[in-house]
């Protein structure tokens, strides 16, 4: 039900722009986020959007580097990722949540994507 794309190889300081497609939900009313997971670490909070994309929250690490976005119309969310750096290596997930109070909890989101794996290079 989403499909995360978009992600690749990229050297550190380079952007990147990852899309995640919807079916099978009335999308504009889940709350929409992005995830990650380097190797061997746990899954982490990446960003977030209301349903009608007017409130954002972001984790520290990614603030003013990274954007979401949303096109309830296209059905679909956006992670838009600059000056990249090697840490930012993971796979990236989107989830959805109809009802989402802590946003940087994955537990809180019940749909999730396959992922798409990012690999910057320093």
């Known amino acids: 039900q989403l499909q995360a794309s978009g992600g690749g190889l990229v050297q550190a300081g380079g952007s990147l722009s990852l899309s995640c497609a919807a079916s099978g939900l009335t999308f504009s009313r889940y709350i929409m986020g992005w995830f990650r997971q380097a190797p061997g670490k746990e899954r982490e909070f990446v960003a977030a959007?209301?349903?009608?994309?007017?409130?954002?929250y972001y984790a520290d690490s990614v603030k003013g580097r990274f954007t979401i976005s949303r096109d309830n119309a296209k059905i679909a969310v956006y992670l838009q990722m600059n000056s990249l750096k090697p840490e930012d290596t993971a796979v990236y997930y989107c989830?959805?949540?109809?009802?989402?109070?802590?946003?940087?909890?994955?537990?809180?989101?019940?749909?999730w994507g396959q992922g798409t794996l990012v690999t910057v290079s320093s």
């Open positions: 989830a959805a949540g109809p009802t989402v109070t802590y946003y940087n909890s994955r537990y809180q989101y019940g749909y």
């Open positions: 959007i209301t349903r009608s994309g007017g409130s954002t």
